[in-house]
């Protein structure tokens, strides 16, 4: 099993920068795929970012894509995103997540994702 703990949530303000961590343990992380979502109050969960199992297919949601960047440390393991240029609009719970058997598209849909983190806050002032 794989346990998942994100880290490095705040307070930010418009135009700065911010990177998340996402601690793994349990598992073999370094061949799962990866994935970032967030919620906002009131909002539905969406998807923000991914990596395939390989690393060599990326995804990102038009409203972060050209600002946050996704990558991993498979020695650790880890996971982070970094965002940058943040934006009001960026304030949600932000949670990593992972599946072993999820790729390709699949990997936007958050219920393909077997393990998650419990999420960490980041919230942008204007």
């Known amino acids: 099993q794989v346990h998942l703990i994100e880290s490095g949530g705040g307070l930010a303000q418009a135009g700065g920068s911010l990177r998340l961590s996402c601690a793994a343990a349990?598992?073999?992380?370094?061949?799962?795929?990866m994935g970032w979502f967030r919620q906002a109050p009131g909002k539905e969960r969406e998807f923000v970012a991914a990596s395939s199992w390989s690393g060599g297919n990326e995804y990102y949601a038009d409203t972060v894509k050209g600002r946050f960047i996704i990558s991993r440390d498979r020695a650790k393991p880890a996971a982070y995103l970094q965002m940058n240029s943040l934006i009001p609009e960026d304030t949600a719970v932000y949670y990593c997540?992972?599946?072993?058997?999820?790729?390709?598209?699949?990997?936007?849909?958050?219920?393909?994702?077997?393990?998650w983190g419990q999420g960490t806050q980041v919230t942008v002032s204007s």
């Open positions: 997540a992972a599946d072993g058997r999820t790729t390709g598209t699949d990997l936007l849909i958050d219920h393909e994702y077997e393990y």
């Open positions: 349990g598992g073999h992380l370094s061949s799962y795929s």
